[in-house]
């Protein structure tokens, strides 16, 4: 029986063209139905399994990422609020904590904590499984380090008030003068190894970050990634930032494939192609603002008629495509510490009362003010601040200049006002603004009751103490006009469909981001 089986098998594989043929036609049309349907389920199998056709030319081992900015030296260091730094920082390095959008603290390179003494004392446990990019272990020894150097070259009022102290290989001591509210974003440094000096150069940055920088040109910041990574290997082998000028070409590249995704400040919802989502919220801890100096322009009157002339609505409708929101005051109104109501000074549009604070002034009109702005501010918003305060007779020249030429000028005072981007703080505090002695404070603003505010905001653990504060603070800061505050941007992102594992919940800033880029994937 089993001979004769063996025989005919033998015998259709040796004649199988006229087998095959045979049972085909024997069986049609019912055979062929069969036969395509298989050949379908095969050919679907193959096209959407990446396990089974693991090639280059159907996944992608690089993650290319469009951003428009304009080109930098990058330096870790820094301490600036350029978004393509921190997006830089936020891939190479990690911090202890993370202060998510609703305030929550999240650990990152710390396990735990222990608050002490009130609020003035917290112990802080590290994870013990983390590795730097070049495979030394993370200890206490590296984030004192990490801690003393910003403090000793980056010096400001809130740090200068901390000492820390090695308890262990993985727990440190943090000591504080007074209680500070905002105490886990003030330590929000990057951890380096021990010994790294990254103020002169720039090569061979080692951090504990998802992915480590290979190299930053004019045109792009590309990184490989850290296999060792302790919150799990990235699924993307390359990471790549490349710098665009304008939104045109991002959406070209979008459109054609050349780029993943892209972080754009504003968009024309209407340019863009079907394959592409759009995530977009709400950024209301970062906003851009004209700051006076007011050791220059000491006028009210005169700082009045700027505010009342500028329409802030005209600036996010007509120049932002609605991808911002006007704001009138230091304190986004999604912060539990807001104060909206009658008795505060609103300086909406209102060319009236312009006219009549510009003709109280004491100002000399005829003096051309020497207005800077950082280079991130659209040219069209410059334009249309120049030619407002212009048609009320205000002379304003405006000077383009990078972050860094920025931060020179502020140091030297020799300005009227600047233009620029500000990262606030989860928390609604100003303290390192506006605080008198705060080396940040930009308009040189020094009034002893905005600093007993300040002060009382800050230390104070009781809420609703705080909330008081808050809004007796925006009501005099207001009143005395230091800044013309004009827009929040929106948070958005365009993204490939094809991209999974993104995930923007509770981001504060937009280089958080990257919280879970190790999860990405096609």
């Known amino acids: 029986m089993f001979k004769s089986l063996f025989l005919k098998f033998r015998e259709g594989l040796w004649d199988y063209p006229y087998t095959i043929h045979s049972f085909f036609r024997k069986y049609s049309p019912k055979s062929y139905i069969v036969f395509y349907i298989i050949l379908a389920i095969i050919l679907t199998f193959i096209l959407y399994q990446n396990n089974f056709f693991n090639l280059q030319f159907l996944t992608s081992s690089t993650y290319s990422e469009g951003i428009i900015a304009q080109t930098t030296l990058y330096n870790p260091y820094s301490g600036s609020n350029m978004t393509l730094e921190n997006d830089i920082n936020q891939l190479v390095f990690n911090k202890l904590f993370e202060v998510q959008s609703n305030g929550n603290i999240k650990g990152v390179l710390a396990q735990s904590y222990k608050k002490e003494n009130k609020g003035t004392k917290y112990i802080i446990y590290l994870k013990h499984n983390i590795l730097f990019q070049n495979g030394q272990k993370l200890t206490a020894s590296d984030v004192i380090y990490s801690f003393n150097f910003e403090k000793e070259n980056f010096p400001s009022s809130v740090l200068s008030n901390i000492e820390v102290k090695k308890l262990s290989k993985y727990s440190i001591e943090f000591v504080l003068q007074q ?186 009109l005829s003096q051309n003010n020497l207005f800077v702005y950082y280079d991130n501010v659209p040219y069209s918003i410059i334009n249309y601040l120049k030619n407002t305060w212009s048609n009320i007779g205000i002379n304003v020249g405006f000077i383009k200049k990078s972050k860094d030429g920025i931060n020179k000028i502020i140091k030297s005072g020799k300005y009227d006002a600047i233009l620029t981007n500000i990262k606030g703080s989860v928390d609604p505090n100003n303290f390192s603004l506006w605080y008198s002695r705060s080396y940040k404070n930009i308009s040189h603003l020094s009034n002893s009751n905005i600093d007993r505010l300040l002060l009382i905001g800050i230390n104070s653990i009781n809420r609703k103490t705080r909330k008081l504060a808050y809004q007796l603070f925006q009501q005099n800061l207001i009143s005395l006009a230091p800044a013309v505050f004009l827009y929040s941007r929106n948070f958005i992102y365009l993204e490939n469909k094809d991209i999974t594992g993104l995930n923007f919940n509770n981001i504060a800033y937009p280089h958080q981001r990257y919280q879970s880029v190790e999860d990405w994937r096609i």
């Open 179 to 364: 209680i500070d509210v905002t105490f886990f974003e003030d330590i929000g440094f990057n951890v380096v190894p021990y010994g790294a000096n990254y103020l002169e150069h720039t090569s061979n940055i080692i951090g504990t970050g998802p992915y480590i920088i290979t190299s930053v040109t004019d045109s792009e910041i590309n990184f490989r990634r850290f296999d060792n990574y302790f919150l799990g290997k990235p699924h993307f082998k390359y990471f790549k930032i490349q710098i665009f000028k304008n939104e045109n070409d991002v959406l070209k590249a979008l459109k054609y494939d050349e780029i993943d995704g892209a972080y754009v400040q504003y968009i024309n919802k209407n340019k863009l192609s079907s394959n592409i989502n759009v995530y977009e919220s709400q950024m209301p801890y970062s906003y851009t603002a004209l700051f006076f100096n007011l050791n220059k322009i000491t006028d009210i009157n005169f700082r009045y008629a700027m505010e009342y002339s500028i329409s802030r609505n005209t600036i996010v409708q007509k120049y932002l495509n609605n991808n911002a929101v006007p704001i009138y005051g230091p304190i986004s109104k999604t912060s539990w510490a807001y104060y909206n109501s009658k008795s505060m000074l609103h300086f909406t549009y209102n060319p009236i009362l312009a006219q009549h604070y510009l003709q109280t002034s004491s100002t000399s």
